[in-house]
């Protein structure tokens, strides 16, 4: 039986990961490098029980016949539960929370709330009371700025993809609020989601968690630690930190960004007709945070987690 730590009360991500070390200077949690298996999932999806097309029933069918693992139905301030739950996919409780500019998701929430009139922490502090994980919804579509981001608290990170918001207007990607907020020093976690109302939202954004076993604890472990990657179709199948390099092995793509405080980061670009498997960084040692982001043909996407020097 894998043993995996229970619920947090708040959202931190720890100071010292088990994860790779770069002259005892860099810190994260390196799913490459972590025991368990990798499970796919979606975190945020809506249902006939608020403002979705699909049944529950329906929803975990579809996402269960698509490969994906685990779901968190995060219906509008009310947890949904689903009647004939398919085999083999692991149904996580969750509630998006929030009316007007402010959506949080809770995932691992019993109860969802109407958070009408409640500003961006007290939604926050609202799902860590009941140990769940806060996931701040859409920063772009929502127009919530970098700076409030930056000041808000006990949050594990937010969507830098949503899928509907991308589909719908064009602003499915927070990523430049990624870089603000981790430039101002905070540690937080970037998640890719579906946000799935409608049949065209499906399968666009999804997460690759390393875990010992898919029980509810070993996946929200793993989560809270950031043992995972986000994706929109990309894979990452390799990251290595030695000596001062990071070695990123992915699908075969267009190029590999490695992102940086400021003007710090390199973007690793394929030669012309040809495409990358593999890409290296030396670390100069004053990026302040280091992210990988992998760019498909297509324009898929791939991103690593933030590691902190
Ligand atoms: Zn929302
Ligand atoms: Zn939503």
């Not at 930056?150 to 990607?173: D, L, M, P, R, T």
Request: aromatic fraction near 8%; glycine fraction near 12%; include cysteine.
């Amino acid at each position: 039986m894998p043993s995996c730590a229970g619920k947090g009360s708040e959202f931190r991500v720890p100071d010292r990961m088990p994860g790779a070390q770069l002259g005892g200077d860099m810190e994260f949690a390196n799913p490459f490098e972590a025991e368990g298996n990798w499970y796919r999932g979606n975190l945020h999806i809506h249902t006939t029980e608020s403002d979705g097309i699909h049944t529950p029933d329906q929803a975990a069918r579809l996402y269960r016949d698509r490969g994906y693992d685990f779901i968190c139905i995060s219906d509008h301030h009310r947890v949904t539960s689903v009647k004939n739950k398919p085999e083999d996919l692991l149904i996580i409780p969750g509630a998006e929370m929030g009316r007007g500019p402010v959506h949080v998701v809770g995932v691992d929430v019993s109860a969802g709330f109407d958070a009408q009139g409640m500003k961006l922490q007290e939604v926050i502090d609202r799902i860590n009371g009941q140990r769940g994980m806060a996931i701040i919804a859409h920063p772009y579509w929502s127009a919530i700025t970098s700076a409030e981001l930056a000041g808000a608290e006990g949050y594990a990170g937010f969507e830098i993809f949503n899928n509907v918001c991308n589909n719908i207007k064009g602003k499915g990607y927070s990523t430049v609020h990624f870089d603000e907020v981790l430039q101002s020093g905070k540690r937080i976690l970037g998640f890719a989601s579906d946000d799935t109302h409608c049949e065209k939202d499906l399968f666009g954004g999804c997460i690759m968690v390393k875990a010992r076993s898919l029980e509810k604890e070993c996946i929200m472990d793993s989560l809270r630690k950031g043992l995972f990657y986000s994706s929109t179709g990309m894979s990452i199948s390799g990251l290595e930190v030695k000596e001062g390099k990071i070695t990123i092995s992915c699908q075969a793509s267009e190029s590999v960004n490695f992102v940086g405080y400021g003007f710090m980061g390199n973007l690793v670009c394929a030669e012309a007709g040809a495409t990358l498997t593999r890409a290296e960084y030396q670390v100069k040692g004053t990026e302040k945070y280091l992210r990988i982001e992998i760019t498909g043909k297509s324009g898929l996407k791939a991103w690593t987690n933030p590691m902190f020097l």
